[in-house]
């Protein structure tokens, strides 16, 4: 998105204020809803079109707001996210098939309840460097994603337990470090499965 977060979060603020003047943005905390968005590239013509769809059925708080408008946001992208997936094993260049993977995990975090998703930018900044750097850097940075969804997955708990459970048989006769790198791989192989997230390494084709 080329626009900066105030010029993206000042047009949208006054669409929502002169269409639902019972909404006020009061502080900071209500500006991280905003800032969600700008964060996630969700366009500033699609906010304004879900409010203007929503004037029938106006929001209680901006709180619903913010759940109603990622959730018809995740519908838009859901109907794309079979297409992208198939694009991205397909012979694209190495920039096509960057976008298609910020478009794969645009569509993870949407599922997560957190509002800071700067990790995106991070692969966004990966993007403009030289293809030969590109896959040693989306190696950290697959480290760095798998970590930050499983801390805010709602589903830690029970893919933890998962991992533990298909482990327990060789926990006591394995080397302590050979275990915890499994335990790791495991990890992140249920999230991967779980979120249909594609590998990481596939972007730089010879």
């Keep these: 998105m080329d626009r900066s977060f105030s010029e993206y979060a000042r047009e949208i603020i ?3 204020s002169e269409t639902f003047p019972h909404l006020h943005f009061k502080g900071s905390d209500d500006q991280k809803i905003i800032k969600r968005w700008y964060h996630l590239r969700i366009p500033d013509n699609f906010v304004m079109k879900c409010v203007t769809e929503m004037e029938g ?25 079979k297409k992208i997936n198939q694009l991205y094993k397909g012979p694209l260049t190495t920039s096509e098939r960057l976008q298609c993977l910020y478009d794969i995990l645009q569509d993870v975090l949407l599922s997560l309840p957190v509002d800071n998703v700067l990790i995106l ?6 993007s403009e460097l030289d293809d030969e750097l590109i896959e040693e850097q989306l190696e950290i940075f697959e480290d760095d994603f798998f970590t930050f969804l499983l801390n805010n997955s709602p589903d830690k708990d029970e893919i933890l337990k998962e991992a533990t459970a298909k482990l327990e048989r060789y926990r006591f006769y394995w080397d302590e470090k050979i275990y915890k790198i499994t335990y790791k791989a495991l990890v992140k192989k249920i999230l991967r499965e779980r979120y249909e997230i594609p590998e990481f390494t596939i972007v730089v084709v010879d």
């Design 14 to 16: 006054r669409y929502i």
């Design 57 to 81: 059925d106006s929001p209680k708080t901006l709180k619903e707001l913010g759940k109603r408008i990622e959730k018809l946001f995740k519908l838009e992208k859901k109907k794309e996210r």
């Design 121 to 126: 930018e991070k692969l966004r900044e990966i």
